[in-house]
């Protein structure tokens, strides 16, 4: 038995052949009800639409691409995937993607012949700022770009991100106020790619140059490389101080967990001998009592999404960048700075 057309899926369920395009790319034109059936049929039928006919028809690829600077398998893009697959995916899109963004080759690879191929429909960027000449670039295939995270709004069509350096700013406050003074702050730094948690550190910076003079701190910045091993290099650091902080304020989530856990076998226990908060509310956080900043890039994925659909269509973004929040979320990890008593000291 030969797989009907197009026009048979029509006939049995009694719609135009519009109507079973529009069920398989564009189904929030259809009721829910005639889509049902149409899918129905078409499954009976041993039916599925082309999509390079549809392409070809609409000027579209019904494909979009989402460049990360990281693996896929990393939190924060898994959920921002999620996000974005939710909302692409029933709107009859599938998703490219284009890890590791993060080396010049890489960048080359894309940005320079992508818009040869002209084959998406729109890019989403998520973390990582994109430079005057790959802007250029990328607008020469005429779709939309809408940057999830990213540094900057500039060269983006539309944009929702997370005010990181606000995040942090409100982070460190949250250890000042606890009375801590030795405050430090492990920050791996990429030497190729400028990242949305870069800007975490100025946050940091800010709110100890701020509360400097009141506060008498003692504050200071831990760089170390980012890669595979920061968390440990950022262990490494932390031991290698003349004084232990009484607080660490961390970069993010997959440090502060790590680190919890490895000092403890140093002796160096939370929150009883120091304060420490982390930043993204990412899974094992709450496993482990930790307290953060906490973001939701699923809900960013699928904001990103709901614009880039509007701008595909040509409609208009009544607002086209958007900053969200980073909510403190208190756990065990820390705690009122307690002063060393003379004995603890001669111990």
């Known amino acids: 038995m030969s797989k009907a057309d197009i026009y048979e899926v029509a006939k049995a369920a009694g719609v135009s052949i519009s109507t079973v395009s529009r069920s398989f790319t564009r189904p929030e034109l259809v009721s829910a009800k005639t889509r049902r059936k ?44 999620a996000g974005i697959e939710s909302i692409m995916h029933p709107a009859g899109y599938d998703i490219s993607l284009f890890q590791h963004i993060d080396t010049p080759e890489n960048r080359h690879e894309f940005f320079g012949e992508l818009p040869i191929r002209r084959n998406v429909d729109a890019v989403f960027v998520a973390s990582f700022a994109i430079d005057p000449h790959e802007v250029e670039q990328l607008q020469r295939i005429h779709v939309p770009i809408i940057g999830i995270n990213t540094p900057s709004t500039e060269g983006f069509d539309a944009t929702v991100s997370i005010d990181d350096e606000k995040g942090m700013y409100t982070a460190t406050q949250h250890l000042i106020s606890l009375g801590h003074h030795h405050i430090v702050y492990p920050s791996s730094e990429a030497a190729s790619i400028s990242s949305s948690i870069d800007s975490r550190t100025r946050g940091f910076i800010r709110a100890c140059e701020d509360a400097q003079e009141k506060h008498d701190l003692d504050w200071q910045v831990l760089t170390v490389p980012r890669g595979a091993a920061f968390a440990d290099s950022a262990l490494s650091a ?89 909510q403190l979320v208190l756990r065990g990890t820390d705690a009122p700075y307690q002063r060393p008593q003379p004995a603890d000291l001669l111990q």
């Open 38 to 81: 149409v899918l129905e049929i078409a499954d009976k039928l041993d039916f599925n639409i082309s999509r390079s006919a549809t392409a070809l028809k609409s000027g579209q690829t019904y494909r979009v691409a989402m460049l990360m600077n990281e693996e896929i398998t990393s939190w924060f893009n898994t959920q921002v995937f």
């Open 238 to 326: 932390l031991l290698s101080l003349d004084d232990f902080p009484d607080a660490i304020c961390c970069q993010m989530d997959m440090m502060a967990i790590p680190l919890v856990i490895k000092l403890g076998r140093y002796g160096h226990l939370t929150p009883r001998d120091y304060s420490i908060i982390g930043f993204d509310d990412s899974p094992n956080a709450d496993t482990i009592n930790l307290t953060t900043m906490r973001q939701d890039p699923y809900g960013m994925g699928r904001t990103a999404a709901n614009k880039a659909l509007k701008l595909i269509n040509n409609e208009t973004l009544a607002t086209p960048h958007e900053i969200v929040d980073a």
